[in-house]
Structure formats: structure tokens, C-alpha cells
């Protein structure tokens, strides 16, 4: 059964660094994409980016300027970094592994779902 | 980039009940779409994919239904452990990218 722990620092002050990792056990990391969701206070879900084994990433366009993620294989983990933080950065942080799936009914597609979660990280920005 | 709203946002409902949530995408999306259910403090759970397909461990209570631009989860029976906020979600190839819904709370009449 795959589980994703995560840690990282939950106080930080604005103007800091955002860093948070995520370990994979219990399956394999190759073959996935590896996403970072955060949801602010009383608020919904907000994907932030996500990378695969190989390193190749992908970012929420509202966030890539401030975002770096990578991955760290011969741990089987992943972080997110997110410079520049704000109290709008306050929230909870999700890591959770990409599953694709595709299908042809009514037409073809193929697309990703989250189908494993973190238990999330408490990140407060406040000066 | 396709936007999804859902409906209603919230709905007061007892044990025992039906309750449907809809959500729709702003383009057809055919089949490619998730259900999520969060519980307060807890980290989202995937019900079903690619539209209606239950994922395994959840209760066959759950269901959902849907394609191209309409989808609806439907809880049969509602249960107390079933009061949450649920979220659909759908993914744009070009560019990789995740969309979530506003979610709709499910709570106690």
C-alpha cells in the first residue's frame, strides 16, 4: 500500500522560502506524476505543480514564477519550494501521486487523477 | 483552460437521504473526470474516476454518472461518516495542468 509522508517548516515569516518534501513508500515512484495541492483556510483546492521520475515538471501558470519542485530518486521523494511568501501562502499543503487513466467512451481520452494523498502540512506566513 | 463549477455549493440533508451533486466542465470533457471527499483536517479521498468508476475500499452508496460537459455523484443512503465537502476534478493535457471544483459541503439537516 503506497503512503506519502510529508514535513517541512509550518511557520515561516513573509519573504521567506517556502520548503516542503514528500516521501514515497511502499511502491514504486517511477511511472507517476508527483503533484503538490494546497488549500487555504476554509478555501477549495488549488494544484500548485507537479514532476515525474525523470524530473520533468509542469506548474500552475498563477504560481510558476515563485515555484520550483523536484525529485530526489535514489530517496523516492519529492519537495516543493515557493519563494517570496505572503499571508496568501498560508494554507495547507497536499502532496499526492498523478494516476492516468484513458478510455474511449463518448470519445477518446486520457487524463490524471490523484489517487493517493499526504495527510498535509500546516504552512502559516505571518510577521 | 476548462473551468468546472459545481452545484449546489452546500446542501443540508439527513440520514438516509439521496443527495446528488452535479458538476459541469466548461467544455466536453468525455469521461475524464474525478470525485473527491474531504472530511474537516483531513486530506481529500478519491471516490471515483473517469466519471463512474468506484474506486476500491469506497461503498457502493457512492456512485457517478456523466459525460462530456454534465457529471453527478450520487450517495444512495446517506450515511453520518458521509457529511464532507466533496470535489470534482478534471486535467488539461496541453498544457499538464490540474482543475478542481469549488467543492459542495454535504452537512447535518
Known amino acids: 500500500q503506497v503512503q506519502l509522508q510529508q514535513w517541512g517548516a509550518g511557520l515561516l515569516k513573509p519573504s521567506e522560502t517556502l520548503s516542503l518534501t514528500c516521501a514515497v513508500y511502499g511502491g514504486s515512484f517511477s511511472g507517476y506524476y508527483w503533484s503538490w495541492i494546497r488549500q487555504p483556510p476554509g478555501k477549495g483546492l488549488e494544484w500548485i505543480g507537479e514532476?515525474?521520475?525523470?524530473?520533468?515538471?509542469n506548474y500552475n501558470p498563477s504560481l510558476k514564477s515563485r515555484v520550483t519542485i523536484s525529485v530526489d530518486t535514489s530517496k523516492n521523494q519529492f519537495s516543493l519550494k515557493l519563494s517570496s511568501v505572503t499571508a496568501a501562502d498560508t494554507a495547507v499543503y497536499y502532496c499526492?501521486?498523478?494516476?492516468?487513466?484513458?478510455?474511449?467512451?463518448?470519445?477518446?481520452?486520457?487524463?490524471?487523477?490523484?489517487?493517493?494523498w499526504g495527510k498535509g502540512t500546516t504552512v502559516t506566513v505571518s510577521s | 483552460a476548462i473551468q468546472l463549477t459545481q452545484s449546489p455549493s452546500s446542501l443540508s440533508a439527513s440520514v438516509g437521504d439521496r443527495v446528488t451533486i452535479t458538476c459541469r466542465a466548461s467544455q466536453g470533457i468525455s469521461s475524464a473526470l474525478a470525485w473527491y471527499q474531504q472530511k474537516p483536517g483531513k486530506a481529500p479521498k478519491l471516490l471515483i474516476y473517469d466519471a463512474s468508476s468506484l474506486e476500491s475500499g469506497v461503498p457502493s452508496r457512492f456512485s457517478g454518472s456523466g459525460s462530456g460537459t454534465d457529471f453527478t455523484l450520487t450517495i444512495s443512503s446517506l450515511q453520518p461518516e458521509d457529511f464532507a465537502t466533496y470535489y470534482c476534478?478534471?486535467?488539461?493535457?496541453?498544457?499538464?495542468?490540474?482543475?478542481f471544483g469549488p467543492g459542495t459541503k454535504v452537512d447535518i439537516k
Open positions: 499526492a501521486r498523478g494516476l492516468g487513466s484513458s478510455g474511449y467512451y463518448p470519445f477518446y481520452y486520457y487524463y490524471y487523477y490523484m489517487d493517493v
Open positions: 476534478q478534471q486535467f488539461n493535457s496541453y498544457p499538464r495542468r490540474f482543475t
Open positions: 514532476i515525474n521520475h525523470s524530473g520533468s515538471t
